[in-house]
């Protein structure tokens, strides 16, 4: 896999501290005559830089909580501001556009199209950025090499394998050059190698100043991030710098080689 430089990745540096800042944060759906609240009273704020794992159990809220720092979904009360925007009273129309700019998402299921090469993929979300062409192609070209998919940009889903699959899905969350990086379950569906090659991935970007929010159940995979933040029964429960931090790169020295 190809080294990540420095200058590979551009991100805006606003003039707020934090990235995301979540104050007070109740959601709830309505089922007839029932509430659910999925969260209740959430707070949190995350700081540029951060790579954090959310963690806790079905059910929990950590997938809700995902979908509002996503600008998928809005709060039913509290706040939730974006590099400094109020994101929590926008309209649908502000909000995908907050969304291109400012997010990139990174699926368990990669959610590539099958009959569109890997460069096509990554392009995509550069349809909605008003780029031309020619500075769509550059930087999706951009995004494969720094996930060492040079050499791959022509083949279809089906000709790459699940964890090549998911570089594809990488880059084509970077393309738009985002201030954050929301990764849901992004190992769900690999082997235990190739997981490890995709947080090698994220802890080379956020080395490089990328911010870094993944979900994750599994504490093997919450481990290489720099903060762990846990839920349960819509609250946060803990909230904690992580310990002993393993380095992807030193792991997969230890890990027998599978072909990729």
């Known amino acids: 896999m190809a080294t990540l430089a420095h200058s590979d990745i551009v991100t805006a540096q606003p003039d707020v501290q934090n990235v995301i800042s979540v104050a007070d944060v109740h959601k709830y759906y309505d089922l007839g005559e029932t509430k659910v609240h999925a969260l209740r009273g959430v ?18 809220g950590k997938s809700t909580f995902m979908n509002l720092l996503g600008c998928l979904d809005k709060p039913t009360s509290g706040r939730y501001s974006l590099n400094g925007t109020d994101v929590s009273e926008l ?17 368990q299921g990669f959610n590539l199209l099958a009959r569109t090469t890997a460069l096509e993929n990554v392009e995509l979300p550069t349809l909605y950025a008003r780029l031309d062409k020619n500075q769509r192609t550059a930087r999706a070209e951009k995004a494969l090499n720094m996930v060492g998919l040079g050499d791959r940009m022509d083949h279809f889903p089906s000709q790459l394998s699940g964890g090549q699959q998911q570089r594809v899905a990488i ?33 080379d970007l956020n080395d490089q ?3 870094i929010v993944l979900v994750t159940h ?29 380095r992807a790169a030193d792991v997969l020295l230890k890990m027998p080689t599978v072909e990729d």
């Not at 985002?178 to 995709?198: H, Y």
């Not at 919450?222 to 839920?231: I, L, P």
């Open 91 to 107: 309209d649908k129309s502000a909000l995908a556009a907050i969304r291109n700019r400012e997010l990139g998402f990174v699926f």
């Open 171 to 203: 880059a084509r969350g970077l393309v738009n050059q985002p201030s954050i990086l929301l990764a849901d379950e992004p190992t769900g569906n690999l082997d235990s190698r190739t997981s490890v090659e995709i947080l090698q991935i994220f802890q």
């Open 218 to 246: 599994e504490p093997d995979i919450a481990q290489f991030a720099k903060r762990v933040v846990v839920f349960r029964d819509g609250k946060i429960r803990r909230d904690d710098a992580a310990r002993n931090r393993p």
């Open 43 to 60: 707070s949190l704020d995350i700081r540029h830089g951060e790579f954090v794992a959310i963690m806790g159990s079905s059910g929990s």
């Open 209 to 211: 100043g990328l911010t």
